[in-house]
């Protein structure tokens, strides 16, 4: 037996299909906007990192830097280099 759709039915039909291709569309719009941002948070993941790296290796290196100023002897050799200090009878000959 064959039934027809009124045109009640077929209304209804017609607004259920649109509510779920609505529905899906705004569904797709935000999984794609998570998608965008979740890459560009990896990018920039990758950037600190590099850039947490390299301050790592610049803070060895000035606390290295640190533990050789407290040495007298190295603090004297370095503001004489430096600073083109002198104690008395030293001579300064400037080389390039």
Known sequence: ???KKTKKEKKRLFLISITIIALLSILVG???SDWKKILANRKLEVEL???YNLL???ETKLN???AKLG???YLARYAKEKYM???NGDTIIKMK
Do not use: F, G, N, R
Request: aromatic residues 4%; glycine residues 0%; negative net charge.
């Open 56 to 58: 790592l290796d610049e």
């Open 64 to 66: 290295a830097e640190i």
């Open 30 to 32: 935000s999984v794609y």
């Open 85 to 87: 200090l002198s104690s």
């Open 49 to 51: 990192t590099a850039k």
């Open 71 to 73: 040495d007298d002897s």
């Open 1 to 3: 037996m064959h039934t």
